[in-house]
């Protein structure tokens, strides 16, 4: 593991600004397989505080957060519905970095959805009207057969996207950014949103 010190010089007063530099890092090492710095563990809670946790894909940032697509019906859309809080984290091994954000979870608007969703592969969104996801199935269900069952009967026509399914933005209240170091001597960074402005702060290991 290599020597890493970082200071406050080392941040910039954005943290989107910042995590956006450290995911273009992390993306340099993979560029024939961009969905491994994708990959995003999404962290949710039912109403009556339930955790639960799965890995999701990383769609893009702007200036109010973090943008991720799932089935609303799905438990995490569930979830979600009933208590917007969540938090995400990413890893990113070879650079020996972590980044945690917490926030609440607003939904896209449908406009934005329907743009997403008709950029996707046609079999991409064929499989997204299949079924329905997290639905208990029989053991011995052909998915592949179901999708290319609609696949045939859709033949050269389109696929709207169902309105079951669409975009969230995790807009975050705190951004954490963790370098390891040797002897668990690690460096970590908390940016905390006050208002509009964010405060830097440093953590011990």
């Not at 991720?68 to 569930?78: D, I, N, V």
């Given at each position: 593991m290599?020597?890493?010190?970082l200071?406050?010089?080392d941040?910039l007063?954005?943290?989107i600004?910042q995590?956006?530099?450290w995911?273009?890092?992390a993306?340099s090492?993979h560029?024939?397989?961009p969905e491994?710095?994708?990959?995003?563990?999404l962290?949710?809670a039912?109403?009556s505080?339930?955790?639960?946790?799965?890995?999701?894909?990383?769609?893009?940032i702007?200036?109010n957060?973090f943008?991720?697509?799932?089935?609303?019906?799905s438990p995490k859309g569930?979830?979600?519905?009933?208590?917007?809080n969540?938090?995400?984290?990413f890893?990113?091994?070879?650079?020996h970095r972590?980044?945690?954000?917490?926030?609440k979870?607003e939904?896209?608007?449908?406009?934005?959805s329907?743009?997403?969703?008709?950029?996707?592969?046609?079999l991409s969104?064929?499989?997204t009207?299949?079924?329905k996801?997290s639905?208990?199935?029989p053991l011995?269900s052909d998915?592949?057969?179901?999708c290319?069952?609609?696949?045939?009967?859709t033949r050269r026509?389109?696929?709207?996207?169902p309105?079951?399914?669409?975009?969230?933005r995790l807009?975050?209240?705190?951004?954490?950014f963790?370098?390891?170091?040797?002897y668990?001597?690690?460096?970590?960074f908390i940016?905390?949103?006050?208002?509009?402005?964010w405060?830097?702060?440093r953590l011990?290991?």
């Amino acid at each position: 593991m290599r020597i890493c010190r970082l200071d406050s010089s080392d941040f910039l007063s954005d943290p989107i600004a910042q995590f956006s530099r450290w995911y273009r890092e992390a993306c340099s090492f993979h560029d024939k397989d961009p969905e491994t710095p994708a990959a995003m563990a999404l962290a949710t809670a039912t109403k009556s505080g339930l955790v639960s946790v799965r890995y999701v894909l990383f769609k893009g940032i702007d200036n109010n957060g973090f943008v991720f697509y799932t089935e609303y019906t799905s438990p995490k859309g569930r979830d979600l519905d009933t208590n917007p809080n969540a938090a995400i984290a990413f890893y990113w091994q070879e650079l020996h970095r972590q980044v945690r954000i917490s926030g609440k979870v607003e939904k896209l608007s449908a406009a934005q959805s329907d743009a997403y969703f008709a950029h996707r592969p046609r079999l991409s969104r064929i499989a997204t009207t299949a079924y329905k996801q997290s639905r208990r199935i029989p053991l011995d269900s052909d998915l592949e057969l179901i999708c290319a069952t609609i696949a045939r009967s859709t033949r050269r026509k389109p696929i709207p996207r169902p309105l079951i399914w669409g975009g969230f933005r995790l807009v975050p209240h705190t951004i954490e950014f963790w370098q390891a170091g040797r002897y668990r001597i690690h460096d970590r960074f908390i940016y905390s949103r006050s208002g509009k402005k964010w405060k830097l702060s440093r953590l011990t290991p």
